[in-house]
């Protein structure tokens, strides 16, 4: 989709250690400040030097997901879970690219994979429950939901998910669609 190189990097920076991981700095920095496409550059040219440097893969594609880029995004979530399997968000982050793909059964797969690695996280379990509501496996989605609830009584995204499926079983109760 936005097929990118990195710019050549000055032979200098090469030398110091220091400066590239100011690459990486700026690139976080750029993240957080909402600016994925400014981001980029500087994240792609640190990753030139240093492919294997988990944290920064995974930046990268969150940085994918984030622009719409999904193949990249899954590849890349793909790439960070190889170099470090047993890191959840890696999981969780593929799941949600598969998600917003609408590539539901794989993204439930992805998140049950993240759950086996992290059973008490609410994002991931209110996100598979959104999956397995899109699904239209409501009891199983409400089961997800509740769990949710019950690790984090505050998690305000859990409450909506499950009102939607009370209201999607009145109105099939109703005949309505």
């Not at 097929?3 to 957080?32: E, N, S």
């Not at 992290?118 to 999956?131: A, D, E, F, I, M």
């Not at 409400?142 to 009370?166: G, M």
Request: hydrophobic share 40%; charged share 20%; with cysteine.
């Amino acid at each position: 989709m936005f097929a990118r190189t990195a710019p050549a990097i000055p032979p200098a920076l090469l030398q110091h250690g220091q400066k590239i991981d100011r690459l990486l700095a700026r690139a976080v920095q750029l993240f957080d400040q909402n600016r994925p496409e400014q981001a980029i550059v500087p994240l792609d040219q640190y990753l030139s030097l240093r492919p294997q440097h988990y944290d920064a893969v995974h930046l990268r594609a969150e940085l994918a997901l984030q622009i719409k880029d999904f193949d990249n995004a899954i590849k890349r979530f793909m790439t960070a879970i190889s170099l470090k399997p047993l890191d959840w968000r890696a999981y969780y982050n593929l799941g949600l690219t598969l998600q917003e793909y609408r590539r539901y059964g794989e993204a439930l797969r992805v998140y049950d994979m993240a759950l086996e690695l992290s059973p008490t996280t609410c994002s991931v379990l209110n996100n598979r429950g959104v999956v397995l509501r899109d699904l239209q496996r409501y009891g199983d989605a409400e089961e997800s939901f509740q769990r949710t609830l019950a690790l984090d009584p505050t998690f305000l995204n859990a409450y909506v998910n499950l009102a939607c499926i009370h209201v999607r079983r009145h109105q099939l109760a109703q005949g309505l669609t």
